[in-house]
């Protein structure tokens, strides 16, 4: 073997200089410890950092009251975020199908364009009102699950 001189690797860093990953000390093998989910960021930004790390720490603890409600917690969350994607893709799908029913390419007054819109307000209009009534009742399940996280970490005086 030859004495070479060690390459270094090409510089990976952004346009302004920053890592393309945040810093860790071990490698990390799943993308959720490098990208923070939805949830994460809503938990973290309500709960704060520390209250935070508390919740996961009580998450990972199986068995007990309190791991329990830091579960039922994260559940909570993680659907309000799902319900709320799907929420927005009714409307997006929505958006697009009255986009192309009222496009320019249609005659205005065309009899079709009036039963394309009453058939896109029917199927999203109803799909879209589900999916907002069952958001509006995980927002208030989550509420009251966050309260009692909470009380239940609130420490005795």
């Known amino acids: 073997m030859t004495d070479q001189p060690t390459r270094r690797p090409a510089d990976t860093t952004g346009p302004d200089n920053t890592p393309p990953h945040p810093p860790s000390s071990a490698p990390t093998t799943h993308v959720a410890a490098v990208f923070p989910t939805p949830s994460e960021v809503w938990l973290r930004t309500e709960l704060g950092d ?3 790390v508390q919740l996961r720490a009580h998450r990972a603890q199986a068995g007990g009251a309190l791991g329990e409600l ?6 909570a969350t993680t659907e309000a975020v799902r319900l709320h994607r799907q929420l ?6 929505a958006r697009d199908r009255y986009t192309e029913a009222l496009s320019d390419s249609v005659h205005p007054g065309a009899w079709d364009v009036l039963v394309q819109a009453a058939s896109i307000e029917q199927h999203s209009g109803h ?5 907002a009534a069952r958001l509006s009742q995980q927002h208030q399940h989550l509420i009251d699950v ?3 996280y909470r009380a239940a970490t609130r420490p005795s005086p």
């Open 146 to 148: 966050l309260t009692a």
């Open 127 to 131: 799909a879209a009102t589900l999916t």
């Open 50 to 52: 520390d209250a935070f």
């Open 70 to 75: 830091a579960a039922l917690l994260w559940h």
């Open 88 to 93: 927005r893709r009714h409307a997006a799908q």
